[in-house]
């Protein structure tokens, strides 16, 4: 099955792209092999992470964003991180529905991913799915989160570009902005900025931004109302500006190095684990070893190095 679909993948078949993407984000038998089979592919889409608070917009600006790609002639992929359904266990809200303007472009494909308990903002097989986009040769690949806060960041490890979008009205602006988006942020954006506060919260980033170490870039902070789409010149202006600098200062090499890096530890995490839990008789023995732990005989740290060098 996995010969197949690679063939119809790589021939441009959109039916192909629908199967590889539920391949991958299950991870089902073979979807590594197919991953494999793509990487050479991987590297030529320019890759966006839209993040910020829930309710800031990032779905009205990201379907405002992929219109203004496509009036450029540029291909454009979407994965939307939604929360996940305790029913069905896929995402909740459906991009598809938010944005319907563009989902019926042939020129667009949007893939709602649920995140499944998976922390930092990001399903966890996003990065995977973003390498899909990249290999079936999307020029732009917008990656929206599901909503951020203290540890919900893993979009800077998944985009070249990170947009963090605020809104004047919301509370947890400024706090979000404590919380490590300050650290990320490539770009920010102040959405919904014809309602009270705008200025304000412009002018509270642009005094954060001075305690933000020293770097050749210093973020911009956009005004836009996603609604009726001022400001998204301004935006798309600045994506590229940021492109250009990452190229010319070889921090776009650099950051995909990283990226390349990390997954590579992701898979060695995810094997290793799987080697151990997937033999019945690790957990066999760890139960076993309950006993003396709660009674203070061995400690935790001690019986793991045990079950890994009897295990691995």
């Known amino acids: 099955m996995t010969d197949r679909l690679l063939d119809d993948f790589l021939a441009g078949q959109r039916t192909a792209l629908a199967r590889a993407v539920s391949v991958v984000e299950n991870h089902r038998?073979?979807?590594?092999?197919?991953?494999?089979?793509?990487?050479?592919?991987i590297g030529r889409a320019r890759r966006i992470g839209l993040t910020g608070p829930p309710g800031a917009g990032k779905s009205t600006l990201t379907s405002r964003v992929a219109q203004s790609f496509r009036r450029g002639d540029l291909?454009?992929?979407i994965l939307a991180v939604d929360p996940t359904s305790?029913?069905?266990?896929?995402?909740?809200?459906?991009?598809?529905?938010?944005?319907?303007?563009?989902?019926?472009?042939?020129?667009?494909?949007?893939r709602s991913l649920a995140t499944r308990g998976a922390l930092g903002g990001l399903s966890a097989a996003t990065r995977e799915v973003a390498d899909l986009l990249d290999a079936f040769g999307f020029d732009r690949v917008l990656i929206e989160t599901v909503g951020?806060?203290?540890?919900?960041?893993?979009?800077?490890?998944?985009?070249?570009?990170?947009?963090?979008?605020?809104?004047?009205?919301?509370g947890d602006s400024i706090q979000a902005l404590k919380a490590g988006l300050m650290e990320i942020a490539d770009i920010f954006v102040v959405n919904k900025a014809d309602r009270p506060g705008a200025d304000r919260l412009r002018r509270d980033i642009e005094t954060?931004?001075?305690?933000?170490?020293?770097?050749?870039w210093t973020p911009p902070v956009i005004a836009t109302v996603g609604i009726s789409g001022d400001g998204i010149p301004e935006l798309l202006a600045a994506l590229d500006a940021h492109h250009q600098y990452l190229v010319d200062s070889g921090a776009l090499a650099e950051r995909r190095r990283v990226r390349l890096r990390e997954r590579v530890v992701d898979v060695v995490d995810q094997r290793l684990k799987a080697r151990v839990w997937d033999d019945p008789s690790a957990s066999e023995w760890l139960a076993a070893r309950l006993?003396?732990?709660a009674a203070g005989e061995t400690t935790p740290f001690a019986v793991a190095d045990e079950l890994l060098e009897r295990f691995l």
């Not at 038998?29 to 592919?41: C, E, I, K, Q, W």
């Not at 266990?89 to 042939?106: F, K, N, Q, T, Y």
Request: proline share 7%; hydrophobic share 40%; net charge negative.
């Open 208 to 216: 954060a931004l001075h305690y933000r170490p020293a770097s050749a």
């Open 148 to 170: 951020v806060g203290q540890s919900e960041l893993d979009v800077a490890r998944t985009a070249d570009t990170i947009v963090v979008v605020l809104v004047p009205e919301s």
């Open 29 to 41: 038998p073979g979807f590594d092999t197919l991953l494999g089979a793509v990487h050479s592919r």
């Open 75 to 77: 291909s454009v992929g």
């Open 291 to 293: 006993t003396p732990l």
């Open 86 to 110: 305790p029913y069905t266990g896929g995402a909740l809200l459906g991009d598809r529905v938010r944005m319907e303007d563009i989902a019926l472009d042939r020129g667009v494909y949007i």
